[in-house]
């Protein structure tokens, strides 16, 4: 590759600006070993942009972000920020940027390191080897649908009310790029949810359903309620490859998962638009984990999901599976040898700062 690709950083707040420096030694290192050229540009996002601005996100920064082939973002928030008003908030501007760049797959990767097999909260024979995606629908359904909004009763009681709704365009949209990353996989996908109780979820299995026939008859397409999958995903969890699923139940069931992989600080995420006429899609990278306040400025943060999510950019974005894969089997080595960051440390090994961590990954890198 040898045209040059846009590249937008958001640092953020907190630990963001900490993970970030890691992820820009990884970029450097992607940079010099191939013909990849990247514009790399920086700019404020959350808290710190409320102190220079006076807003999250402003709109010249919402401007390179629609502008870059790729984003990726740190993490936003902190107490100092917790008295802002609402509409100002520091993931005001996170909601904003998803919004306006359309990004509306999220996939969440929960990949267990063997390494970390013993962190799982499941039993370490249930976990190793565990490799699946969770696609989840990102601005419709409940979270958005009308009409919602608390309301008074003649008696003076009051109800609450919110909407699950969705369009077969936006099944559809979701759909193919769950089908779409299962060709790349093991060609399964899993589609979840409640179609047996809700009219919404009876659409969803029918025009899964008709999609698969219509555009990807290689892919095996199974259906599940979201219920039964809560308790699949605690049971028998490598028995997935691809799930998608809706907002709501995106939401409980990525968490769920997330908690198998053992720890917040190893998970990457992507957050895809439509394919546009040239090929290319908007998307959005980011750690799941936030800005850490507990531990922001004292050097402990782990980098992996920073620097994982840069692996997912390059494979999503720039179509640099080679780059993705050698940063990720790098990271699976350093867990195996090298020390750890305090969150996902074992007793009587050695613990490492955000820099050492990000030594040890370059080390690995180097020696490939
Ligand atoms: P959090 O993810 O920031 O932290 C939860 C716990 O996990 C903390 O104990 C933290 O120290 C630990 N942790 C998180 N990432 C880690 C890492 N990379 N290395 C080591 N330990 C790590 O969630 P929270 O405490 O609920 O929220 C803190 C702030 O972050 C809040 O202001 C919240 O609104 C914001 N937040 C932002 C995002 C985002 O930017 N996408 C997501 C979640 C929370």
């Not at 807003?55 to 008295?83: E, H, N, Q, R, Y």
């Not at 957050?271 to 040239?278: N, P, Q, Y």
Request: overall charge negative.
């Amino acid at each position: 590759m040898t045209t040059t690709k846009t590249l937008l950083l958001l640092p953020g707040d907190g630990i963001g600006p900490e993970v970030m420096a890691q992820a820009k030694r990884v970029l450097d290192w992607v940079q010099a070993r191939s013909e990849a050229r990247f514009e790399v540009i920086e700019d404020l996002v959350g808290g710190a942009a409320i102190d220079a601005h006076g807003v999250p996100v402003t709109d010249a920064t919402v401007a390179k972000a629609i502008a870059a082939d790729a984003v990726l973002f740190g993490s936003v928030g902190g107490p100092k920020w917790d008295s802002v008003p609402f509409e100002i908030r520091p993931e005001a501007g996170l909601l904003r940027l998803r919004k306006d760049l359309a990004v509306f797959a999220n996939l969440r990767p929960a990949k267990v390191f063997d390494a970390l097999a013993e962190a799982s909260s499941l039993k370490p024979e249930l976990v190793r080897g565990l490799d699946i995606m969770i696609v989840r629908e990102l601005i419709g359904g409940i979270y958005f649908g009308e009409p919602r909004g608390i309301e008074t009763l003649p008696d003076g009681s009051q109800r609450g009310v919110n909407t699950e709704v969705y369009t077969t365009a936006e099944i559809q949209r979701v759909g193919r790029v769950a089908f779409d990353l299962a060709r790349k996989r093991q060609k399964r996908v899993c589609s979840v949810e409640k179609a047996n109780v809700m009219e919404s979820g009876l659409l969803w299995r029918q025009v899964m359903t008709g999609l698969q026939k219509a555009e990807y008859p290689d892919v095996q397409l199974t259906h599940m309620y979201a219920d039964n999958c809560a308790m699949q995903l605690a049971k028998n969890p490598k028995q997935f490859d691809v799930i998608v699923t809706g907002n709501l139940f995106g939401d409980i069931l990525s968490d769920l998962t997330a908690m198998l992989t053992g720890s917040l600080g190893m998970l990457p995420s992507a957050t895809l638009g439509a394919l546009k006429a040239d090929g290319s899609r908007p998307a959005f990278y980011e750690p799941i984990h936030g800005s850490a306040p507990d531990i922001a400025g004292k050097g402990v943060a782990n980098p992996l999901a920073q620097i994982l999510s840069l692996a997912l950019l390059l494979r999503y974005s720039f179509d640099m599976e080679a780059a993705a894969a050698s940063i990720e089997a790098a990271v699976e080595r350093v867990l195996a040898k090298a020390g750890r960051t305090p969150d996902i440390a074992e007793p009587g090994r050695a613990q490492i700062s955000t820099t050492q961590m990000g030594d040890a990954v370059l080390a690995e890198l180097a020696a490939t």
